[in-house]
């Protein structure tokens, strides 16, 4: 056996202990619910990539104590070290009876549902930046602590989640970044926060579901707008072809694009899809 403070031991870094994926199973996973399996990984290049290869059904969790190759919106990449956050993806169906026009929402859903697990579980602020970033507030500043991205996987779509929550200054990829630890959250056992996000997730995914995709009847888009950070702000939205539109951002329509009230006194929508950067107006990044 290796000894627990040997270096490349899973154990080696007793800030991070590993998951318990049994005791993980035994809390999520009950007949009628929509998680269906749950597997936790030491390594892998991207859960996203992985679960979405396996082709399983609906409710399959893929957890990852560290990923190598994760990836962010625009294939940008996402690194931290192994068992500081969480690191997951899940895959979700949602049927017939949801338009696939709807679809887009849940990435949006996958936000609010993690944003609102971590306030109450790690009793820290967490809001939502447009449309995928998950933020905190440090030393009095935004910072991304983590995201969520959602691919099409035939007649499903796999949703990858990523939080930073132990990783400490000296570790941040870049100096935005954030994690809950920084934020001062008062729980960093990865274990109840994965439940919390899991439990949560399924109950907003269920409502939405239920309304056939409608993000109005279930109050999703609701929800998104009162945890919205970017909503009331001056922003700067990139687009392909060097343009850019600089508006205030007002509002999140019915199919999760962010209306913008230009200086012209029109108002735009603008895609996620259609977004290379949204910065805030008077940014010189």
Known sequence: MTPPDTPGSRW?????????????????????????????????????????????????????????????????TWSAPARSGLFLSVRLTPGPGVPVRRWGWLPLLAGVATASALSRAAG??????????????????????????????????????????????????????????????????????????????????????????DPAACRLQEAYAAG?????????????GDRELVGEAVAVDGDGRLVLATEHGVQRPVDAGDIVHLRPASSGE
């Open 12 to 76: 080696s870094d007793l800030d991070r202990p590993p998951l318990n994926a049994p005791a993980l199973r035994r809390a999520l996973l009950r007949p009628g619910g929509l998680w269906t399996s749950l597997d936790v990984v030491a390594n892998t290049g991207s859960t996203n990539t992985d679960l979405a290869a396996a082709d399983g059904p609906e409710g399959a969790v893929l957890v990852a104590e560290e990923q190598s190759a994760g990836r962010g919106r625009l294939d940008r």
């Open 228 to 240: 919205c950070a970017t909503l009331g702000r001056p922003v700067r939205a990139e687009l392909p």
């Open 124 to 213: 820290v602020d967490t809001a939502l930046k447009w449309p995928n970033d998950l933020l905190v507030t440090v030393d009095g500043r935004e910072r991304k602590a983590g995201g969520i991205l959602a691919e099409r996987a035939g007649d499903s779509v796999v949703v990858g989640i990523g939080v930073n929550v132990s990783l400490r200054a000296d570790e941040l990829p870049v100096p935005t970044a954030g994690s809950l630890a920084l934020a001062g959250a008062g729980r960093l056992d990865r274990d109840p926060l994965l439940r919390a996000v899991l439990r949560s997730l399924e109950d907003w995914y269920t409502a939405w579901r239920g309304a056939d995709g």
